[in-house]
């Protein structure tokens, strides 16, 4: 069966220090991975997703990158954080790019202090 | 306007009760539905999928998609305590193979069951 894993859980950053998020799937080949940003009391955020090996499309034009090594990672980073990126975040994988179901990690709460 | 409008709640039920969430959306394009279901502080789950109109059911979980009003439900049965969390709606319409998935979601509705 298909696992993903996500960590670190929770993380506390201070202003500027960079940030790096990685995620990892199990059990599948070529998935389609996404990384969304939810802020307290808001929905779902999608800020960048992967159909392959270093192809990355970004959502939102912002503070953060992401990056695909390997064919089952997921790297979201940031060379400086700000206030404004404290929210928790979630990757999450797709079997193929026709099917809509989307699995998501357990999520990590960031704060930036 | 929003695609996609969800009442945030919260909706506090007691235990046993029948728990109606709903959704509305504008873009008539959308022909795949979703219910995520999100404890606290963990990643939203897949609870229910559906496509194009027409109810569905999953044990205690109803969903129903009416296309004509642009308009989606989850019902819950007997709830359980452990129904307490966020139920987030989600729907897409497809999209070319290169651009990978695409949901929109709801901002989700916070349900507590109260024992």
């Known amino acids: 069966s298909q696992t993903i894993h996500q960590w670190p859980a929770t993380l506390v950053q201070p202003v500027g220090s960079p940030l790096s998020l990685e995620c990892t799937v199990e059990?599948?080949?070529?998935?389609?991975l996404y990384w969304y940003r939810q802020a307290a009391g808001r929905g779902l955020q999608l800020l960048f997703y992967s159909v392959g090996i270093g192809q990355i499309s970004s959502e939102v034009p912002q503070n953060l990158s992401a990056s695909r090594p390997q064919d089952r990672q997921f790297i979201l980073s940031s060379k400086k954080l700000l206030l404004s990126d404290s929210g928790f975040y979630l990757c999450?994988?797709?079997?193929?790019?026709?099917?809509?179901?989307?699995?998501f990690g357990s999520g990590t709460q960031l704060s930036v202090l | 306007q929003k695609e996609v409008e969800q009442d945030p709640g919260p909706l506090s039920v007691p235990e046993g009760a029948i728990v109606s969430l709903n959704c509305t959306y504008s873009n008539s394009a959308f022909q795949y539905f979703m219910w995520y279901r999100q404890y606290s502080r963990k990643g939203p789950e897949l609870l229910m999928y559906t496509y194009s109109s027409g109810n569905k059911e999953d044990g205690r979980f109803t969903a129903q998609v009416d296309k004509s009003s642009k308009y989606i439900s989850l019902f819950i049965r007997d709830s359980q305590p452990s129904d307490s969390a966020t139920y987030l709606c989600a729907m897409s319409a497809r999209e070319w193979e290169t651009s990978g998935s695409r949901l929109t979601f709801g901002e989700g509705t916070q349900l507590t069951v109260n024992p």
């Open positions: 999450a994988w797709s079997p193929s790019a026709t099917n809509e179901k989307l699995f």
């Open positions: 059990g599948t080949s070529n998935p389609n």
